[in-house]
């Protein structure tokens, strides 16, 4: 998390509900000549491109590696109860996940998967139902569910290329899909009009307002790469352990501040690395966290569980410093 914040109950409602917004009108796009093959508009791919370059190219130093394969999922329950019987009749998520996305030069785009697809088996394995999970009253469930399926596919390709059954246009097809290894990394855009970016354990959230404020691809890395990190580094697993709430007045006070501080920390410097490894411009952190917290950092510090202004610039003026060497090609 960038900084402590107090989430209003509609404001988390429209981080958990209204993840990648979407215009349903978009479907009708595939990939062809554009350099981002996908139905996304223009900020989410945005998004997913930086997030994938980092946890591409920042595979050989995370702790472990993942299968990336270029695409974003949308499921019919992320959609409201009034628009999921369209999106069941038009674009078929009461089948299996959908794909909202697929990046270019990416083993999904070599595949031949498409905006607009719908996975209904890997492996001969199928996909749970869209509506089976849209069914789930409680958020948490569905949103574990959905996030289940991912993980399903991820499982298969950790064991070599995994045969897809693919339904597009109301026809089924069969494609062999690769990955790339590297960090963990999968990301989501929200629309919210707080400005912020957490990490889930799971997924990386940046919300509308958040990428709105940044002024470039370099700052949105270094938000990303922080984030990443969290995940990367389970840092929400290591806290949990710990009995550190996630959210509340208690998060910020004694031992559970500490906590909290050495993870944000951790968080800041390995995202540098990232940064570093994928390209980006790493000088870029020090004007976004002036700007940032400059505006948005207002909580007491005796409430306070990130690193102060000051603490930051000099733990990123150290990781740069410590990197040494031009950074290598991404």
């Known amino acids: 998390m960038l900084k402590d914040i107090v989430i ?33 508009r223009e900020s989410d791919a945005r998004v997913a491109a930086i997030a994938y370059r980092l946890a591409r190219s920042g595979g050989p130093i995370c702790p472990e590696t993942h299968p ?5 999922f949308h499921h019919l329950a992320e959609y409201g109860p009034a628009d999921r019987a369209q999106m069941m009749d038009r674009y078929a998520l009461d089948r299996g996940p959908g794909i909202l996305s697929v990046l270019a030069d990416t083993p999904a785009f070599r595949a031949g998967l498409q905006a607009g697809d719908v996975l209904l088996a890997v492996n001969g394995d199928a996909f749970a139902s ?19 399926e991912e993980t399903r596919l991820e499982a298969a390709l950790r064991k070599g290329p995994a045969r ?8 089924t097809m069969e494609l062999t899909l690769e990955s790339e290894r590297g960090c963990y990394g ?4 929200a629309r919210s009009t707080q400005v912020n970016a957490f990490a889930s354990g799971s997924t990386v959230i940046m919300t509308t307002a958040l990428l709105d404020f940044l002024k470039n691809d370099d700052e949105v890395a270094v938000v990303l790469g922080h ?3 969290h995940n990367i580094l389970k840092h929400p697993d290591l806290l949990d352990e710990q009995g550190v709430p996630r959210k509340g007045i208690l998060r910020g006070i004694g031992k559970n501040a500490s906590r909290v501080w050495k993870t944000e920390e951790e968080a800041d410097r390995f995202g540098i690395r990232l940064m570093w490894r994928a390209g980006f411009d790493v000088n870029a952190a020090i004007p976004f966290w002036r700007r940032y917290l400059g505006r948005y950092d207002a909580l ?9 202004l000051s603490v930051r610039e000099r733990i990123t003026r150290e990781e740069i410093a410590a990197l040494g060497k031009p950074a290598p090609q991404p």
């Open 8 to 40: 209003r109950p509609q404001a988390l409602a429209v981080l958990c509900a209204i993840i990648l917004s979407w215009s349903a009108a978009a479907f009708g796009q595939t990939h062809g000549s554009s350099p981002i093959a996908s139905t996304l």
């Open 68 to 72: 990336l394969t270029g695409m974003l």
């Open 130 to 148: 869209g509506a089976s999970i849209a069914a789930e009253a409680k958020r948490k469930l569905w949103r574990k569910r959905a996030e289940a």
């Open 164 to 171: 897809l059954q693919v339904l597009r246009e109301g026809r």
């Open 186 to 189: 999968r990301v989501r855009l």
């Open 227 to 229: 984030e990443l990190s």
């Open 300 to 308: 007491p510090q005796i409430f306070r569980t990130h690193p102060s």
